[in-house]
């Protein structure tokens, strides 16, 4: 049964400074890996996909790599923003089936 | 991309009522996923549902507390019964679409039973 781990699970960085989040997975074998922003009491925001043949994606400020082989994913988010404060979840599939999730980074940015 | 709404967006409810949270895509879906979460937790799947046959529950949810409909391919309701304030959660419908296979979800819908 795949499992999904995000350390840590919280974070506080000042305004500016550039954070890693972190995502492993316990099977390898997995075919999409999602990573999603979630505002509090709110629903799910997309930010990059990686599929499992690729090894990063980029978007803006926002880069996430991924290694299949040791089942770990990194979310790179540059001169972080107090409007970056959110929780940041990390989700993986196989095929066609749904996603499972890890529990999330709590991230906050203080100006 | 499928753009997901869902009705309601919040609801309080008495114990010992049901609720029919309503899901709406806009285009044709195969596979459309319904998940809860928890407060302070993070999402667990409660079903896959696909047209035309009968919900796929996940392990620890049954079809009489969370019965789902899936009429077409663009709509699908899940109705939370005989509530409790453990079902107190975000509910989020979720589809799976595009040429890889990236998950949208609906905005959720906000319980919280009395």
């Known amino acids: 049964k795949q499992e999904v781990t995000q350390i840590p699970a919280a974070l506080s960085v000042p305004e500016g400074e550039n954070l890693v989040l972190n995502c492993s997975f316990t099977?390898?074998?997995?075919?999409?890996l999602q990573w999603f922003r979630q505002d509090p009491g709110k629903g799910l925001t997309s930010l990059l996909l990686?599929?499992?043949?690729?090894r990063e994606q980029t978007s803006g400020r926002l880069n996430a790599s991924l290694d299949k082989s040791s089942g770990r994913s990194t979310l790179y988010i540059a001169a972080s923003q107090p409007g970056d404060s959110a929780t940041y979840l990390c989700a993986v599939n196989s095929g066609n089936t749904p996603l499972v999730f890890g529990k999330g980074t709590r991230l906050s940015v203080i100006a | 991309s499928a753009v997901i709404s869902q009705k309601p967006s919040r609801d309080i409810c008495q114990r010992g009522t049901s609720l029919t949270i309503q899901c709406q895509v806009d285009s044709q879906v195969t596979m459309m996923f319904w998940y809860r979460q928890q407060p302070g937790q993070s999402l667990t799947l409660i079903a896959t549902a696909n047209q035309g046959s009968e919900a796929t529950y996940e392990s620890g949810f049954v079809i009489d507390k969370f019965p789902i409909s899936r009429p077409n391919l663009t709509f699908s309701t899940l109705t939370v019964s005989n509530m409790s304030p453990e079902d107190s959660s975000i509910y989020l419908c979720?589809?799976?679409?595009?040429?890889?296979?990236?998950?949208?979800f609906g905005p959720g819908t906000r319980l919280t039973v009395t």
């Open positions: 099977d390898s074998a997995i075919y999409n």
């Open positions: 990686i599929q499992s043949s690729q």
């Open positions: 979720s589809v799976s679409g595009g040429a890889v296979g990236e998950q949208y």
